[in-house]
């Protein structure tokens, strides 16, 4: 077998890997059964909602700012 036949067999190797490794990328949409597991607790980034206000508020008074998510004030701690 010389260098051409070993190269083509290694390029149809690859193309088959690729073409079944985009075959397998996954689904465009989630069923309507697995949408409870996108929303589990689990998957929330704060699972304490009132500690990440908390702490963002003492955050905005210490750095003397507020930025980002809405909130009004200029940084004095009288909002």
Known sequence: ???RSSFKTAALLLAL???LGAAGCGRFAVRATEKEHLADRTMQIDPDGQEANAEEHVM????GSTGGRGGGGGGCGCN
Not at 60 to 63: A, D, I, L, P, T
């Open 1 to 3: 077998m010389d260098w």
């Open 17 to 19: 890997a690729a073409g």
């Open 60 to 63: 905005s008074n210490r750095e």
